[in-house]
């Protein structure tokens, strides 16, 4: 039944009989012969390298992939040795190549193919450890890839050691796409042998060969290696969009609620505005409000009252149309002095956006409008033609680890779309949706499309219709791209992602499981590495009352995401939250996807009972760099390894301003070289050199977080750093601008930025005096540390102080 890396043939199902043949020569290409099977295979014209558009890395020239003697060699770099004969190189830029192979076996709808051996090199691999999610792995060797690897990073360092250091250090991606209409994966085997596995979800749709499966490049610097990657691929397959280049919902900016963790499904009207109110009063309005899983018209009958309940079971309903359940819509016949319910949805959305202030309603739905799907023959359904279907997961996802839900919908089915009918259901939904006053949507169980895609025309295609048109009616109907996707970190999904801007990245945030925590963080930095690229990652919400607390708000605060918690109405930790949240409800978001330095690519945060997490990212005029101690309280899925579980044993890294990727855009013109840094556990601040290095000591679940300024000179004498608003995590979130005016015998240094609190800046010399929006305000100078701070008054909104020598 599952799938053994350790096979030494190439065709894993035996093909139909009977095939029908296309011609491949677009990455995706259509239908195009009607009868009961294709074959898909490359012609000559697939291979003239003059169609292929060269798209050049600015950093690399002459490093083309070269296959010789059963060596691929990049740069001289070696990536794998015993090549097989049968493997197949097209180069593509200087530095890149599609690899794929040949079989001489019998066409079929899932092949593996062997790429050759990866011995004595540190490499990174993130992969699907379930159908829904990715975590990453680390390891040495080809034998330590697993199954459902969706990208793979080697290091390729001068000299033969795996722990050389001050060695000249290079990279190699291997990026599995989508060739045709069948989807790649990587996987090793215990001989140290890297294979790569094609798959089309559709036993009619099958190939003996796959020449583009797998992508790989070369480069000197990891984070510009994955960006140029995904530049190339975004060019050659025009599928998927990079995450620059996307509209971003406005929510990210704002600080948000989901009703899931407070309530599960049980969430109601009431206990909504007691969520609302009790943030509020507290001083961090929620402005953004996700209705999670519970509001929909839905049946299950599987779920029987006064039976015993059974795991799994919530996971067979099925949506009865597309409208509010009772509790958010009053009945005919209910009075309304009796009514719990409002009269409608909108009647609810409206009143909660005047009473609370709310800029955004999201509302929660599965792809398929429910984890079921659609309800056959329903009144309010049976115009989309649902079919009961019942899923079937492929090989790689079974050799991993098996989902709770995934298992229930294979024994209920799933009420499927007719596809030639799904652009008129989500257009239907979304419209309605739009006329109850919703301003957008979060989209879960996205990856169910791969086990349903059989006689549908196969798992890519799908996808590809499903995502067109989730994505057309998004556009269509919303103001603002206001999709969050969510349990779809399959390449499918990925790469057809051309519009949506976000996706979550990680499994669920589980509460009540201490051995998650870390997980959750570790997983989510780590996968931002790939899927930060295509869409900002979203870090799930969390509970701000809680032992794990300020552990998810400092990554939340260095993530580059959106931030919004779970918390049951009243139960709140209003001390995290307002180092997240400012008085009006901005979240002081970060630049970019927040993702581990460069020391950290190759180490195991969670399970090696040794490093510390650290992630980077930079604000307008700042860095920030999060430090997490993600060891001792948790195992990795799928793990063959013991972690360390030592809770009360502390850990030290060393950390710099080095370790800010990009910091250039931030230093800019005066910069002396040094940084100012600031512990925001601490308070104290360091003047550093940007080489400069210091101790960071944690325990399990300790975390900190460091502002990092470049040191400028203004009229020539005056060094001058701004930190921000010193209260929060991300202090330099805060800042939007700095300029200054000078003459012979003065010098005024503006900061402008945004939020009330307790703002902080490095002075070589203490100023004359400071101003806030033209008024003089009262300030404190710490000698010992040249550490300059003032009060920016409460219901200050956005700020202009002005810093006199």
């Known amino acids: 039944m599952l799938a053994n890396t350790n096979t030494n043939t190439n065709t894993m199902f035996s093909p139909p009989t009977t095939t029908r043949f296309l011609q491949l020569n677009s990455p995706f290409s259509s239908f195009l012969l009607p009868s009961n099977q294709r074959v898909l295979y490359h012609g000559h014209g697939g291979r003239r390298l003059g ?97 459902e690897t969706q990208m793979l990073l080697l290091e390729a360092r001068e000299g033969a050691e795996l722990d050389a250091k001050n060695k000249a250090t290079s990279y190699i991606i291997f990026l599995p796409v989508l060739d045709g209409e069948f989807r790649s994966s990587l996987q090793g085997n215990s001989s140290n042998e890297l294979q790569f596995c094609v798959e089309s979800g559709d036993p009619e749709i099958v190939t003996s060969e796959s020449l583009k499966a797998v992508f790989v490049n070369y480069g000197n610097h990891p984070f510009d290696l994955i960006k140029e990657s995904m530049k190339i691929l975004e060019q050659q397959f025009g599928t998927f969009s990079l995450r620059e280049t996307k509209q971003l919902p406005g ?33 961090t309005p929620a402005r953004f409000l996700i209705i999670d899983d519970g509001w929909q018209d839905t049946i299950n009958e599987f779920q029987k009252e006064g039976e015993p309940f059974v795991e799994g079971s919530q996971h067979g309903g099925r949506l009865l149309s597309i409208e509010e359940n009772n509790k958010f819509r009053r009945t005919e016949n209910e009075p309304q002095s009796e009514a719990q319910a409002p009269s409608s949805l909108k009647d609810f959305v409206t009143d909660i956006k005047r009473a609370f202030g709310l800029r955004y309603v999201y509302v929660w739905h599965a792809l398929m409008g429910y984890w079921g799907g659609l ?37 209920y089915g799933v009420g499927t779309i007719d596809p030639d009918k799904i652009s008129q259901f989500y257009d239907d939904l979304h419209k309605y949706l739009v006329s109850q006053d919703v301003d957008g949507v979060k989209v879960d169980v996205q990856n169910i499309l791969e086990t349903i895609s059989s006689g549908l025309g196969g798992r890519v295609s799908l996808t590809r219709r499903f995502q067109q048109a989730l994505e057309k009616s998004i556009a269509a109907n919303f103001q603002d791209n206001s999709i969050i996707c969510c349990m779809g970190q399959s390449t499918d999904s990925i790469y057809h992602s051309k519009r949506s801007a976000i996706t979550r990245a990680s499994d669920d945030y589980y509460p009540s499981n201490p051995t998650t925590q870390t997980l959750h963080i570790a997983a989510v930095a780590f996968n931002s590495i790939f899927l930060g690229e295509v869409v900002v990652p979203d870090w799930d919400m969390f509970y701000s009352k809680h032992d794990a607390a300020e552990f998810h708000a400092v990554a939340r605060a260095v993530g580059g995401c959106g931030v919004y918690v779970s918390d049951k109405p009243g139960q709140h930790d209003f001390k995290v939250l307002k180092r997240l949240v400012l008085p009006n409800g901005l979240v002081l978001r970060a630049k970019y996807p927040g993702r581990p330095t460069r020391d950290c690519l190759f180490d195991d945060p969670v399970m090696d009972g040794k490093s510390l997490l650290k992630i980077w990212n930079l604000n307008k005029c700042t860095g920030v760099l999060g430090v997490f101690n993600c060891q001792g309280a948790g195992t990795w899925p799928c793990s063959k390894s013991i972690a360390q579980e030592d809770l009360s044993s502390e850990l030290s890294v060393k950390v710099s301003p080095t370790d800010i990727e990009y910091f250039e855009e931030v230093s800019g013109n005066f910069w002396t070289g040094d940084c100012a ?108 540390d040249n550490l300059l701070t003032l009060i920016v008054p409460d219901r200050t909104s956005s700020w202009d102080i002005a810093i006199c020598y």
């Open 51 to 147: 169609q292929l558009q060269t798209c050049r890395q600015s950093m690399f020239l002459n490093a083309k992939p070269v296959l010789k003697d059963g060596t691929l060699s990049i740069n001289g770099k070696e990536a794998l040795t015993g090549v097989p004969d049968n493997v197949v190189i097209t180069p593509l830029t200087d530095s890149s190549a599609f690899v794929g192979a040949t079989s001489t076996g019998d066409a079929s709808s899932r092949l593996v193919f062997k790429l050759g051996v990866i011995k004595d090199v540190r490499l990174l691999c993130i992969f699907r450890f379930k159908i829904w999610w990715m975590i990453p792995r680390v390891g040495n060797s080809g034998s330590d890839i697993p199954i």
């Open 251 to 283: 929510m990210l900016d704002w600080f948000g609620w989901c009703t899931w963790d407070a309530f599960y499904m049980e969430v109601h009207p009431q206990g909504i505005k007691d969520g609302l109110k009790s943030l509020s009063q507290g001083g």
């Open 375 to 411: 309800q056959p023959n329903a009144l309010g359904t049976k115009k989309y033609n649902p079919k009961l279907r019942y899923p079937l997961q492929s090989p790689g996802n079974l050799a991993n680890m098996r989902d709770v839900s995934m298992d229930a919908m294979e024994k």
């Open 677 to 784: 840094v600031l512990s925001s556990s601490t308070g104290s601040l360091l003047r550093l050199s940007k080489e400069e290095k210091f101790d960071v000591t944690l325990k399990v679940l300790q975390c900190d977080v460091f502002t990092v300024s470049p040191i400028k000179v203004y009229n020539k004498k005056i060094q001058f750093a701004p930190i921000g608003l010193i209260n929060m995590y991300n202090s330099g979130g805060a800042i939007e601008a700095i300029d200054f005016f000078s003459d012979s015998s003065s010098c005024e240094i503006h900061v402008k930025g945004r939020g009330s609190g307790n703002f902080g800046a490095y002075s070589s010399t203490k100023p004359k005096s400071c101003l806030i929006n033209s008024k003089i305000e009262e300030f404190d100078f710490r000698d010992e």
